[in-house]
């Protein structure tokens, strides 16, 4: 069995390219032991630096944000860097908002060829209450697709093929929440598509179309990719 494993750490831009051996950081974004003092109007316990992005992109009024990776204390500022200065505080990491995706729409190719097997491991947060979606994708179809619909707590699982959509399967609750970061794993097996979030197994869908090319899968939505990899 061949064994490729496609990383990536974070998402900087709107759109990615995933293949073997990629790999991006936080670094262009976030600056280390930085901080903006007097412009902070709100803070909050964030689990993650993610987390706390996730906070500052729901609030109209925040501009950038502190991050304390001691406590997980998150601060949101009203102005950013580019405006006022920032200072030098060991323990904090900075970042303007303007620099974190808002809406993502992110791209992995299957590597090493296509399989009739293969796993998905995401570490996503949804930032607003809308839906956020991840399709295997083939041939221009949409061999399999999950739709977490936040803003109607429904977890929707379909497929469409030459234009055509097949039978809804819904479950509720939704098992995503915003700002609260996941890890959504899919794997395909024996004919079986297989959904768990956070451990918890979600939902086995039988693949309608085991004959297809599987070429890539696409996550799209309102929220911020952590890390992401296929395993084959």
């Given at each position: 069995?061949?064994?490729?494993?496609?990383?990536?750490?974070?998402?900087?831009?709107?759109?990615?390219?995933?293949?073997?051996?990629?790999?991006?950081?936080?670094?262009?974004?976030?600056?280390?032991?930085?901080?903006?003092?007097?412009?902070?109007?709100?803070?909050?316990?964030?689990?993650?630096?993610?987390?706390?992005?996730?906070?500052?992109?729901?609030?109209?009024?925040?501009?950038?944000?502190?991050?304390?990776?001691?406590?997980?204390?998150?601060?949101?500022?009203?102005?950013?860097?580019?405006?006022?200065?920032?200072?030098?505080r060991p323990g904090f990491l900075y970042s303007d908002i303007n620099n974190w995706?808002?809406?993502?729409?992110?791209?992995?190719?299957?590597?090493?060829?296509?399989?009739?097997?293969?796993?998905?491991?995401?570490?996503?947060?949804?930032?607003?209450?809308?839906?956020?979606?991840?399709?295997?994708?083939?041939?221009?179809?949409?061999?399999?697709?999950?739709?977490?619909?936040?803003?109607?707590?429904?977890?929707?699982?379909?497929?469409?093929?030459?234009?055509?959509?097949?039978?809804?399967?819904?479950?509720?609750?939704?098992?995503?929440?915003?700002?609260?970061?996941?890890?959504?794993?899919?794997?395909?097996?024996?004919?079986?598509?297989?959904?768990?979030?956070?451990?918890?197994?979600?939902?086995?869908?039988?693949?309608?179309?085991?004959?297809?090319?599987?070429?890539?899968?696409?996550?799209?939505?309102?929220?911020?990719?952590?890390?992401?990899?296929?395993?084959?």
């Amino acid at each position: 069995m061949q064994l490729c494993l496609f990383t990536v750490v974070l998402v900087l831009t709107g759109e990615g390219l995933g293949s073997c051996s990629f790999c991006s950081n936080a670094t262009s974004v976030v600056e280390v032991d930085a901080h903006m003092e007097l412009y902070i109007f709100r803070k909050v316990r964030s689990p993650s630096l993610y987390s706390c992005a996730s906070e500052c992109l729901m609030s109209s009024v925040c501009m950038s944000f502190n991050f304390e990776t001691k406590t997980r204390i998150c601060e949101l500022n009203s102005n950013r860097s580019d405006l006022v200065a920032i200072t030098t505080r060991p323990g904090f990491l900075y970042s303007d908002i303007n620099n974190w995706p808002k809406v993502m729409n992110f791209l992995m190719v299957v590597p090493c060829g296509s399989s009739t097997s293969f796993k998905v491991a995401i570490n996503i947060t949804p930032t607003t209450v809308n839906q956020v979606s991840i399709d295997v994708r083939g041939g221009g179809n949409r061999l399999y697709q999950i739709g977490f619909r936040l803003d109607q707590n429904k977890l929707v699982f379909n497929s469409l093929f030459s234009g055509v959509w097949g039978k809804e399967i819904i479950l509720s609750p939704v098992p995503l929440a915003i700002v609260t970061e996941s890890l959504v794993e899919i794997r395909l097996d024996q004919g079986m598509y297989m959904l768990a979030v956070d451990g918890s197994s979600i939902n086995n869908f039988t693949d309608r179309y085991p004959n297809e090319i599987r070429e890539d899968v696409f996550i799209r939505g309102d929220a911020i990719l952590t890390a992401a990899h296929i395993t084959i």
